[in-house]
């Protein structure tokens, strides 16, 4: 039986770096625009002691696939 290779998903990455003082409605309302409109997902959240974020957020890279 043929075997099947199975292609990992790839992505790519968007760093933001929230302000301290960003409040926590501020920093929802801007990660849900970049998922609706950008199609981002979170990847990684920092909360730094100075009360700054981190922020990695990725998306799939969908690659076409040439059928001739």
Request: net charge positive.
């Amino acid at each position: 039986m043929p075997s099947k290779t199975v292609r990992q998903p790839e992505y790519e990455y968007q760093s933001l770096r929230l302000p301290r003082g960003t409040t926590r409605n501020a920093a929802r309302r801007l990660l849900t625009e970049h998922a609706e409109y950008g199609h981002w997902e979170l990847d990684r959240l920092r909360l730094f002691p100075d009360g700054s974020r981190s922020v990695v957020l990725r998306r799939r890279i969908i690659r076409q696939v040439r059928a001739w």
